[in-house]
């Protein structure tokens, strides 16, 4: 996801951030997930090194109107014609729908799929809300869920990982927003589980 910013000034040499990216690279042969938030040059410079130093099979950016700029997926798109290896992009939208289950076992069906025949991905909220839900990351020992807080976010997080609960306590609101996106590609391929417990 990008989000333009403006910088005023000027301090002669110094490079300006002219965009911002909340990037989440999941690694699904080790099941490591990578969250991070930066500002990036006008040249997007740190975009590149992401891009050389992952080297990534399937690149996941926002659709529509206020989705992935046309520099963004010009970028991507010189990125795909130089690697090694395929690299499919796709555009998950700002509203989707949520993949039906056919599951047999009503417990595990209901599991599978969000309360919601409708996605909003990219929404922090509904991904934080999508994480208690399915309890990844359980608390303690008891089996109890906690429902998201949107007062207070940072509640039921103390057994998530690190780098998830300092993104949601320092307001990465970009990082999660790509993370929204990525919980809904995973759910979507029924490797959720496999990857984030």
């Not at 039921?156 to 996106?181: I, K």
């Amino acid at each position: 996801k990008i989000e333009n910013t403006t910088a005023d000034g000027d301090d002669g040499d110094e490079i300006k951030p002219v965009c911002e990216y909340g990037v989440v690279v999941v690694d699904a042969v080790r099941g490591a997930v990578t969250l991070g938030q930066f500002a990036d040059d006008v040249l997007r410079s740190r975009m590149l090194t992401l891009l050389t130093n992952f080297a990534p099979s399937e690149i996941l950016v926002e659709g529509g109107t206020d989705g992935a700029s046309g520099t963004l997926m010009s970028l991507l798109k010189s990125a795909a014609s130089t690697s090694p290896t395929p690299i499919v992009v796709e555009r998950i939208n700002q509203q989707e729908a949520a993949p039906k289950s056919d599951a047999l076992n009503r417990d595990v069906r209901r599991d599978l799929e969000r309360p919601s025949p409708t996605v909003r991905p990219w929404d922090v909220d509904e991904a934080l809300a999508e994480l208690h839900r399915k309890n990844y990351y359980p608390r303690a020992s008891r089996k109890e869920t906690v429902k998201y807080d949107t007062e207070d976010p940072s509640k039921g997080t103390a057994r998530w990982p690190d780098v998830l609960r300092s993104c949601v306590e320092g307001g990465a609101s970009l990082a999660l927003s790509a993370f929204g996106a990525a919980l809904f590609y995973l759910q979507r391929g029924l490797i959720d589980d496999d990857i984030l417990t």
